[in-house]
């Protein structure tokens, strides 16, 4: 099982703009689909953005045209651009398999902070 590590978090004022990478330890190109996640609080991780293999991409309503998703098959990384970042948007950020669950090997995330 690919092993990931994300990277770009940090601190932005609210509406402005960040992007976030991961890097895998192993050929993504076996993984149909690739997904980034959130994790509120207490709470369980959240999609925010996936992305197929042949680079069709989808978000949920929260993210849809503000995030950017993308893939490098060749270099084994993950991106994803995040613009208009919103309060709520303060979480731990994570990369993986677009089906992954709790039982699945996560990375440590990155740490985006909206705040002014």
């Known amino acids: 099982q690919a092993q990931f590590v994300e990277s770009g978090g940090g601190l932005v004022q609210p509406g402005g703009s960040l992007g976030l990478s991961c890097v895998a330890s192993?050929?993504?190109?076996?993984?149909?689909?690739m997904g980034w996640y959130r994790q509120p609080p207490g709470k369980p991780r959240e999609l925010v953005a996936a992305?197929?293999?042949?680079?069709?991409?989808n978000y949920p309503t929260a993210t849809k045209g503000r995030f950017t998703i993308s893939r490098d098959n060749e270099k084994n990384t993950l991106s994803l651009q995040m613009n208009d970042l919103k309060p709520e948007g303060t979480r731990v950020y994570y990369c993986?398999?677009?089906?992954?669950?709790?039982?699945?090997?996560w990375g440590q995330g990155a740490q985006v902070t909206v705040s002014s």
């Open positions: 192993a050929n993504i190109s076996s993984i149909y689909a």
């Open positions: 993986n398999d677009r089906w992954a669950d709790t039982d699945s090997t």
């Open positions: 992305i197929r293999l042949g680079g069709v991409a």
